[in-house]
């Protein structure tokens, strides 16, 4: 690996690392604007935002707060990071330069199939198929389980408009990260190494990013103590060493980390990675709000207990399957290969 294309590699962990430990820092902060914004809306009459805004705010615990700020460290360093790890793209995209474009640059490894990204019509199909496989393969077996459990919940407003309601929110979220992950953060890793290896860093880095900005269960004592922010991030670190964290979040987000990138070299293409994570999201938020009941202002409800998705093996099953059928349904010439 040539020292510049290491180099990029370990500014992508460089990018991970402080825009975590920057959210760490900030997030008592925004805790106390947000809640000071709730109280102060509480007395008063506002807009129709600002009062929605303010009733996010009053309902969420010092965790949501850290995972928000830590996402908005990110946005703000996204760019300056672009730059420096030269993610982006060399050549114009419908007219505007820089950065716009989740594929790798202009004779950066070229001669492998599979790696350049393509955007044409097909990519719809795709994603209209990762999204079908990866929801049937966890929705299916899911409600069967709540049915031989008896814990499924009817929620107010039926079902069908339930499920719309959750695909409408994890739409963006899903595309937004695939771009970053399989698109800008794989394609550096796939110039600088071997197709295998490229697949494995990139399931790596999904799994431990997404296991470190996402608290669910975790709290703490006094959420407005300086540096509040990084005894919480502690605790998330502290998380890998139980093996129940690993079996039941760490392992799932490897495995789905290694099936999205999978379908990416397979089919060249960010539309079925996308659609396999909205599948992903929507069957978790589906499966969660039916096992539960009710739907918070946000959309989705934090679950009190463990998602039902990570009780046994069921995601686990599913992930493996889903790499199957994307292994039959994508052509073979597009498969990666060493060189």
Known sequence: MPNDARGDVLKVWLYAAVSVTLGAWISPLLYNAGKALAEISANKVTNGIIEQIAEI??????SKFYEAEILIAACLLFFPWMEWA???????????????????????????????LLVNLRSLWLTCVGFLIMAGLLIIPGIALMCARHSMHSPAGGVFSMALHI?????????????FFRGLVMGVFLRSMRPSAALGMSAAFFAIVLSLITAPGLNV???????????????????????????????????????????????????????????????????????QGTVTPGGIRAPENVSLLQ?????????????????????????PSDP
């Open 86 to 116: 030269h993610a982006r793209c060399a050549d114009a995209f419908l007219g505007i330069s820089g950065p716009w474009k989740a594929r790798l640059e202009d004779g950066a490894s070229t001669t492998t199939l599979g790696r350049r």
């Open 57 to 62: 705010c009053r309902a969420a615990d010092f």
């Open 311 to 335: 009780q046994g093996f069921i995601p686990l099953v599913a992930i493996v399957l889903t790499a199957v059928m994307v292994h039959l349904l994508t052509p073979h010439d597009d498969s």
């Open 221 to 291: 004592a006094d959420p407005e103590a300086t540096g509040i922010g990084f005894e919480l991030l502690g605790k998330s670190i502290e998380r890998f060493a139980d093996w129940k964290m690993i079996v039941t979040t760490f392992a799932p987000l490897l495995m789905l980390g290694g099936v999205l990138g999978y379908a990416r070299l397979r089919t060249a293409s960010l539309g079925m990675p996308v659609g396999l994570h909205i599948g992903w999201l929507a069957a978790n938020g589906l499966l969660d709000t039916l096992h």
């Open 167 to 179: 695909l409408a929110v994890v739409v963006i979220p899903a595309a937004i990260m695939e771009i």
